[in-house]
């Protein structure tokens, strides 16, 4: 089914990459910009509510442990701050399941730093094409590709599918993970499917959500 009230990409300018002084250097700095680009409900379409909880814990960072469960840990060395927002669709106002979406900024210390990161995503659906976001939760299939940046203005993109199933809703429906980068600033979406939406569906509202982001990435180190 379409999503009523849904926004799609909104790209700008090149992907030329930031100047180093309008980079992030401290946690407020870096946790303003989280805060800034990290998608809301409203960026995401007109049905879409906050779930609770709505904003991930302070000076933490979501991690794929080695079980490939994920997880939320204390902020490593290279990272200056993340932020994680999930908003979704409740099943009453869709006629099928909720349709959920998780929008995360990490802000690393260097390019470098979230360079390797980018590198590490590519790796983590290798070593975990079966992961647990939540509990309850099951992702099963997952294919992670890197491949040139499906906003021009993006200097990296990673792009991962699969099959999303949970203890109340069922499934499995499409999923998507997707994640880009500019600087040192790597946001993503996570897109959890339900029944009434199609991976035609799951996709728009991904790449809607990482549009707006970019746009608002690209405002925010100029």
């Given at each position: 089914?379409?999503?009523?009230?849904?926004?799609?990409?909104?790209?700008?300018?090149?992907?030329?990459?930031p100047?180093p002084?309008?980079?992030?250097?401290?946690?407020?700095?870096?946790?303003?910009?989280?805060?800034?680009?990290?998608?809301?409900?409203?960026?995401?379409?007109?049905?879409?509510?906050?779930q609770?909880?709505?904003?991930?814990?302070?000076?933490?960072?979501?991690?794929?442990?080695?079980?490939?469960?994920?997880?939320?840990?204390?902020?490593?060395?290279?990272?200056?701050?993340?932020?994680?927002?999930?908003?979704?669709?409740?099943?009453?106002?869709?006629?099928?399941?909720?349709?959920?979406?998780t929008?995360?900024?990490?802000?690393?210390?260097?390019?470098?730093?979230?360079?390797?990161?980018?590198?590490?995503?590519?790796e983590?659906?290798?070593?975990?094409?079966?992961?647990r976001?939540?509990?309850?939760?099951?992702?099963?299939?997952?294919?992670?590709?890197?491949?040139?940046?499906?906003?021009?203005?993006?200097?990296?993109?990673?792009?991962?599918?699969g099959?999303?199933?949970?203890?109340?809703?069922?499934?499995?429906?499409?999923?998507?993970?997707?994640?880009?980068r500019?600087?040192?600033?790597?946001?993503?979406?996570?897109?959890?499917?339900?029944?009434?939406y199609?991976?035609?569906?799951?996709?728009?509202t991904?790449s809607?959500?990482l549009?707006?982001?970019?746009?608002?990435?690209?405002r925010?180190?100029?």
């Open positions: 089914m379409p999503l009523p009230g849904s926004k799609g990409p909104r790209p700008s300018g090149s992907a030329e990459p100047a002084e309008t980079l992030p250097g401290t946690f407020e700095e870096a946790l303003a910009l989280a805060r800034a680009v990290a998608a809301e409900p409203d960026v995401l379409g007109a049905d879409f509510v906050r609770s909880p709505y904003e991930s814990a302070p000076r933490t960072v979501p991690v794929l442990d080695r079980s490939c469960r994920w997880q939320r840990e204390a902020l490593p060395h290279e990272v200056l701050a993340g932020l994680s927002r999930s908003s979704e669709v409740p099943g009453e106002v869709s006629g099928g399941g909720p349709l959920r979406v929008a995360h900024v990490t802000v690393y210390r260097t390019t470098a730093h979230a360079d390797a990161a980018m590198a590490r995503f590519l983590d659906a290798l070593r975990c094409p079966d992961q976001p939540r509990r309850g939760e099951r992702v099963t299939s997952l294919v992670s590709l890197g491949e040139k940046p499906v906003f021009h203005d993006a200097e990296d993109s990673v792009f991962e599918v099959q999303y199933t949970d203890d109340v809703h069922g499934g499995p429906h499409p999923y998507l993970w997707a994640a880009n500019v600087g040192s600033v790597v946001f993503a979406v996570s897109v959890k499917g339900a029944d009434g199609d991976a035609k569906t799951v996709s728009a991904g809607g959500a549009g707006s982001m970019l746009t608002d990435v690209r925010e180190l100029r």
